[in-house]
Structure formats: structure tokens, C-alpha cells
């Protein structure tokens, strides 16, 4: 391994965030990048994964000794993927959902339990059992290949975001407002609490708490990855443009539910990872402003980062394929108000090998347009000063 690419992979680190079936796309980048980057082991020491990045990060933390091999595992499950592969799409199944919470409405909770979610995600903790090894992460780690996996769950007892964390042994955990890292093994009911939508999928219970969807509670995505060693970052993003979406002429009609779930997704996923990034630039920028004295009384610490993002707009290539959808699950994304929509819900939920295989497409003809970028990236030496030291 070359000394500066070695000296890249002891800082880097791989941050994947949340976003549904919209995860396909991470897997696409990680391809080209397996590809241009040329080493067996993967070039990202440190990964941190959340909601459906936690899902793509464990597994390949557990492959980091031959990441080409990790990644082709990933792309072959994802495109064998179907929404029953996540959650349960039967008739019977979505009915007797449906059932519970209209009597538990109708009958104000009185003799019915409550309803724990929309979907049964079942399918999803079984796939996690057969794909993610907890023998291929302890050798990565004790080989040197992996320095950190880190998967961010939210705690509904306590209203925080909680990283756990299994790595080299000098990381520490840390306590931040509202942020914390513990140390764990992490095994699938980590994976499976991160990636638990609310309302879509049920809680997680873990020790003595219940745990939701990592991006609900995480205001600062990135943090995770610099608090356990990482002084430069690797970001895929999945969010939609930026660019406003002219409407129909006339008077606007009221949102439906689905659509209100849907901007609620974006922002869950989508916003936070925005903010941190302007953040990030702003502190790289004022310490560039900094003499080298003063530079040395912070603890803050120059971030170099780079953010790969869809060049479509991901809404558009789900209502392409939104007819492979099950029809259970088109009747119920038609009650929500969501079918025949923005397809910003059905590009979150729209498990399929068209859609699937779209993204990874995509994300592997981005990433490729952008190899000398990223070759830079990785070629460049490590930072000695290099957002927030300890994050």
C-alpha cells in the first residue's frame, strides 16, 4: 500500500446516513470507489452508519480486510432485494395492521393493545442475521483494517442519541447534549433499532430501552466519525435537488398524509447531514483564518470531507418504477395519499430490483465521473491540525 494512501486510511472515515431503499444508492458509490481506491483492505478505517447506513455499514465493516469483496456481497443482496425482503407485504398481514388501528382508535386503547407500527419488519431482522458476521468485524478490528464501526440508534426513554461503538480499545466513550458513544457489541438489534422508522417500523428494545431510528435524535451526523479518530470524511448522500418543484397552476391542495411523511423523511435524513456540512465549512474556514499559535489553543481541527450525492433527483427514478411496488403496499401508500404523488414516500419504501438496480447504477456512473476527485481525495496526505477535536 502506497505510504501516502496508508497514511489517508488511518484517518478517513466513512459516514452513511439514512434513507430507506434510497441506501441502494451508497452501494453504487462504494463500488467505484472499491474500484479506484485499489486495495484490498478498505480504505475507510472508521465507518459510522445510520438507519439504513447502519444497515450497509456493519457488513461492510466486517469485510474491511477485503473490501471489493464486501462491497460485491452488498451489491448482489441489494439487487436480489424486494419490499418482503424488509417488510412483510402479505394481505393478511397488512389488514390485520390496519385492523388494530382502527379498533384501538375506535375503542380509545380500551381491551387492545397498542399498535407498535405500520409495517412488520421482521423480513429485515432475518436477512440481517444471515449477512452481517460478528467474526468478520472482530478480525477486521484485530487485524488493523477497522480502527471504529459505529451505529447511531435514538433512545425514546431518554430523547438522545446514542453511537454505539465497537473498536480499537484507546477510543473512549464520550458524553455530549444529547450525543453519546458507548462501547458494545454490536450485534443485528443494533441495526435493527437504528433503522426503525417511527411509526413504519417498531422500536428496539436494547438492554432497558427502547431505541428508534438513529436520525431522529442525531443534529450532527458527522460528529460520530471525528469523536473516534476520523480527520477526514467520506459522505454519500441521498437526498432529493435542492431545486423547487413548480407545482400545477391554481390554488394548492392540502398535503396528504403521505406527503407530510415523506418531507418528514427528508428532513430526518436529509437536513441534519446539510447543516453539519455548512458547519463543518464554516470552523474549516475560520481556522484557515487562524495564525498557527492560535490555531494550536483550540481544540477545533480542519475536516477535509468529501460529499458524493445522486446527480437526479431520486423521486423521479422511483415513480419510473413505482408499478413494481406490491399491491398491498400501493393500497396502502393510495390511503395515505401518497400513490400518484411527489413519489417522495414511495422512493423511501420502494424495495425493488428496478428501482434498486437504478441507484446503484447511478451512484456507480457518479462516482465514476468524479474518480480524479476522488483519487485526490484519498491521495492527499493526512491533516496534523486537521472540525472539532474529539467532535
Keep these: 500500500m502506497p505510504d501516502r494512501l496508508r497514511q489517508s486510511r488511518a484517518r478517513t472515515g466513512l459516514v452513511l446516513q439514512g434513507g430507506g431503499a434510497r441506501g441502494a444508492y451508497q452501494i453504487g458509490a462504494l463500488k467505484a470507489i472499491a474500484k479506484l481506491t485499489a486495495p484490498e483492505r478498505a480504505p475507510f478505517p472508521i465507518i459510522c452508519g445510520t438507519s439504513v447506513g447502519a444497515i450497509n455499514a456493519a457488513p461492510l465493516a466486517a469485510s474491511a480486510q477485503n473490501v471489493r469483496r464486501g462491497v460485491a456481497r452488498l451489491e448482489t443482496v441489494w439487487r436480489g432485494l424486494h419490499c418482503s425482503s424488509i417488510y412483510d407485504t402479505r394481505m393478511r398481514a397488512i389488514m390485520a395492521t390496519s385492523a388494530h388501528w382502527l379498533f384501538t382508535l375506535a375503542l380509545g386503547g380500551l381491551g387492545v393493545g397498542n399498535p407498535c407500527a405500520l409495517l412488520d419488519n421482521a423480513p429485515l431482522g432475518n436477512l440481517l442475521n444471515r449477512e452481517y458476521g460478528r467474526d468478520g468485524l472482530r478480525r477486521a478490528i ?207 419504501l420502494l424495495f425493488e430490483p428496478g428501482y434498486i438496480g437504478a441507484l446503484i447504477d447511478l451512484a456507480y456512473d457518479d462516482t465514476m465521473r468524479r474518480a480524479d476527485e476522488v483519487r485526490a481525495f484519498f491521495d492527499r496526505p493526512g491533516c496534523e491540525d486537521t472540525a472539532e477535536r474529539g467532535g
Excluded: K
Design 142 to 348: 484485530d487485524s488493523g483494517a477497522l480502527r471504529a464501526l459505529c451505529i447511531t440508534a435514538s433512545s425514546y426513554g431518554g430523547g438522545q442519541a446514542i453511537s454505539f461503538f465497537e473498536g480499537a480499545p484507546d477510543i473512549e466513550e464520550w458524553d455530549r447534549a444529547r450525543r453519546h458513544g458507548r462501547r458494545t457489541e454490536i450485534g443485528v438489534p443494533h441495526l435493527m433499532a437504528s433503522s426503525a422508522l417511527p411509526f413504519m417500523f417498531p422500536a428496539v428494545r436494547i438492554d432497558d430501552e427502547y431505541y428508534g431510528d438513529g436520525a431522529l435524535r442525531l443534529t450532527a451526523p458527522f460528529s460520530t466519525a471525528i469523536r473516534v479518530g476520523a480527520d477526514r470524511l467520506l459522505v454519500i448522500g441521498a437526498r432529493d435537488s435542492l431545486d423547487p418543484v413548480d407545482g400545477p397552476g391554481g390554488a394548492p391542495e392540502y398535503p396528504s398524509i403521505g406527503e407530510m411523511a415523506g418531507h418528514a423523511l427528508d428532513i430526518l435524513f436529509n437536513d441534519n447531514l446539510d447543516a453539519d456540512l455548512e458547519r463543518l465549512n464554516r470552523v474549516n474556514r475560520t481556522l484557515a483564518l487562524l495564525p498557527e499559535d492560535a490555531r494550536q489553543e483550540t481544540d477545533l481541527r480542519v475536516i477535509d470531507t468529501l460529499m458524493l450525492e445522486p446527480s437526479r433527483d431520486l423521486r423521479d427514478i422511483a415513480a419510473e418504477h413505482m408499478q413494481e411496488m406490491p399491491t398491498t403496499i400501493r393500497l396502502l401508500l393510495r390511503s395515505l395519499g401518497s400513490w400518484g404523488s411527489n413519489g417522495r414516500l414511495i422512493s423511501y
